[in-house]
């Protein structure tokens, strides 16, 4: 049954206001006023829901997305940097709509001398200890695409820096597939804009092949040009991917290798085996064999390397000829740290790796891959399905969320495919929400587990003062403090919303949920919003409305206490700030005796003014609102009443 209020607002948002020489406005000519509806509880204004996205954020019965299939043969010289490579997309268009053009990332043009990172020169993102630069270093170079056809025929193609539309002789109608034929070559860099490059014989690749953009129900095509800041948003499918590299290297690499026994040694291939058995690690490249030319099959002939991956929306690898190699396996997934003997904290990072494998698929959904592998090198932190970059830190609590950070991004934004350029929150925000919960586990009984949940909040008084916040749905390369909305005011967001709105079973079951609905899909903003409410049973535009589309800040205050006839205390309080929470009252009374209340965050249905009745008739000696200093209040002066 709909509320009064809930009635009401349709009628109050439109007064008939008549000439004042007619007693009734319905007799008379009238003019509409419109009164925009204040209330903090007012819907939120989202899209309509259709058949491919549901009012319960879930996608609908003709939810339709593209698929993209890549096979990839490429070859790397280690002696001039060089990467040569070929492949086949077979492009699947499950739209909808015929498609006369398509649209490529062409990443590598970052590096090109006319690119918007390189005029831009944008600042790096700093991370305490760990600096992003987004700039290719002195490095200037840009892919070369040799030929790209489609059924044998060059197809006409324009580049636009990091983007290239391919014009198609004959629209690609609904449910019709083609294929591309692209050969390319390009330099790898030393820093490719701090997300792939090389150090020494080390090399990190990513953003290496051209691949498509995403084509979807929301925006057609999401073809955003790449220049840092704003990570990456991508279809699924499957990759065969072939590498050739010298003898002497070993690679990592998304997918399933196909070949091991062309590749690796008779040792190698025992030991790998036996680590597939333990749960402790195992070293198939040991310390003292790292870098040694005699661990390698015979022959001086370059290896080929064959990969296999299926329902992944990208494609990296890693290779070096002086790793150590541990792995070990955790219940059915193979663990796998490949590191330099130069790599100090690395020893550990085996057991970081399991443990937040561990956590995340107890927590929130089981890793669905065949193994979890990170490689130390230059690059401070990326992640690509089933492979992550990590660099070596310089403490264990570094290196370990570091890592973890990686590795949670399997989750956000590898399973739940959402649109990383534009909404880093959903991607660097929740991940860094589950990373929290997962290094005080890692910690647990330190200083630094035991509050490293709580540093968002602390981070809240400095990152959020008028004028210089931003809305968390700001497009990232347009945020000035990414560490803050981009990573960790999310992070505060959902742990607000975890403890302090929902509690824990509540939030813990509808988030579940949305990773479930939205495994390999595409959610928007809108999805989560209407899945959390829908899983939730609580109404949360209020919620969403105050932290991901303003900047709102919090104050709320304790003005005064009265006692009325009947001798109950009345505590007068104010919602003086712009945001709109729930509130927790500490009592203390002349006797000594204490009382906490939550109260709902109803309370403010009426205005920003409310007062509570205290049930028990005993005098009020103070009273404290948000007594255990949980919430965002940017003014916690007027949090505390004591009677004089």
């Not at 060089?82 to 970052?110: C, D, M």
């Not at 051209?210 to 999401?222: I, K, Q």
């Not at 390698?296 to 990296?316: I, L, Q, S």
């Not at 089933?386 to 830190?393: G, K, Q, Y």
Request: net charge negative; hydrophobic share 40%.
């Amino acid at each position: 049954m709909p509320s009064y209020r809930a009635g009401l607002r349709p009628f109050l948002a439109t007064l008939l206001v008549a000439s004042p020489l007619v007693a009734s406005p319905l007799g008379a000519q009238s003019r509409e006023l419109t009164v925009a509806d204040s209330s903090p509880f007012r819907p939120l204004p989202l899209p309509a829901p259709n058949e491919q996205r549901t009012g319960a954020g879930r996608p609908g019965l003709r939810y339709w997305q593209q698929r993209v299939d890549y096979r990839i043969a490429a070859s790397l010289d280690t002696a001039s940097h060089l990467l040569k490579g070929r492949e086949t997309i077979h492009y699947v268009n499950n739209s909808p709509t015929a498609l006369s053009y398509l649209w490529l990332f062409v990443e590598q043009n970052a590096c090109a001398p006319n690119s918007i990172g390189s005029t831009l020169n944008q600042p790096p993102l700093v991370f305490g200890e760990v600096a992003f630069d987004f700039s290719c270093g002195s490095f200037v170079g840009r892919p070369t695409i040799e030929s790209l056809t489609i059924g044998g025929l060059e197809a006409k193609r324009t580049n636009y820096g990091t983007t290239l539309r391919v014009d198609l002789g004959r629209p690609l109608g609904s449910g019709q597939s083609l294929e591309m034929e692209v050969a390319w070559h390009f330099t790898v860099p030393e820093q490719g804009v701090g997300r792939m490059g090389r150090a020494g014989a080390l090399y990190e690749i990513a953003q290496w092949y051209p691949r498509m953009a995403v084509y979807d129900d929301v925006r057609g095509w999401n073809h955003e040009p790449y220049i840092g800041a704003g990570e990456f948003y991508l279809e699924y499918g499957s990759f065969d991917v072939t590498l050739t590299l010298p003898a002497s290297y070993i690679v990592a690499a998304t997918g399933e290798l196909r070949n091991p026994e062309q590749v690796l040694t008779r040792n190698q291939l025992a030991r790998l085996a036996s680590a597939r058995k333990s749960d402790t690690a195992v070293a198939v490249i040991t310390r003292d064999e790292a870098g040694r030319p005699g661990r390698t099959r015979p022959g001086n002939g370059p290896y080929t390397w064959h990969f296999t991956a299926d329902n992944v929306r990208d494609f990296a690898w890693a290779a070096a000829p002086n790793w150590q190699w541990d792995a070990s396996n955790l219940d059915g997934i193979l663990i796998q740290t490949l590191y330099r003997s130069s790599a100090d904290k690395w020893p550990e990072a085996h057991a970081m790796a399991r443990g937040a494998i561990r956590h995340f698929s107890e927590q929130w959904y089981r890793y669905p891959y065949s193994h979890a592998t990170t490689v130390e090198g230059p690059i401070a932190g990326m992640e690509y399905p089933m492979l992550t970059f990590v660099a070596n830190n310089t403490t264990r609590e570094t290196q370990q969320w570091a890592l973890a950070h990686e590795f949670g991004h399997e989750w956000f934004p590898m399973i739940v495919g959402s649109n990383e350029r534009l909404y880093p929150w959903m991607d660097e925000g929740f991940n860094t929400f589950v990373d929290l919960q997962n290094a005080a586990e890692y910690f647990a009984g330190t200083p630094y587990g035991d509050t490293i949940q709580v540093n968002p909040l602390r981070m809240a008084v400095e990152h959020s003062r008028a004028g210089d916040d931003q809305p968390l749905i700001t497009n990232p390369t347009e945020v000035r403090d990414l560490m803050w909305v981009g990573y960790q005011k999310p992070a505060l967001m959902l742990r607000t919303l975890r403890e302090e709105v929902l509690g824990r079973d509540r939030f813990d079951f509808a988030f579940r949920e949305y990773i479930k609905a939205w495994a390999y899909k595409h959610p928007t903003p809108a999805d989560f919003f209407r899945l959390m409410r829908d899983a939730s049973g609580v109404e949360l535009d209020w919620f969403w409305r105050d932290w991901v589309f303003t900047t709102a800040r919090l104050d709320q205050a304790v003005d005064s206490v009265s006692t009325d006839t009947s001798g109950r205390a009345n505590v007068h309080m104010t919602n003086r700030g712009t945001m709109t929470m729930p509130a927790e009252l500490l009592i203390t009374f002349d006797d000594g005796s204490t009382e906490t209340v939550r109260l709902p965050v109803q309370m403010w249905n009426l205005g920003h003014q409310f007062t509570y009745r205290v049930p028990a008739k005993k005098p009020v000696r103070r009273v404290a609102v948000d007594p255990r200093n949980v919430l965002p209040d940017l003014d916690r002066s007027n949090n505390d009443w004591t009677k004089r």
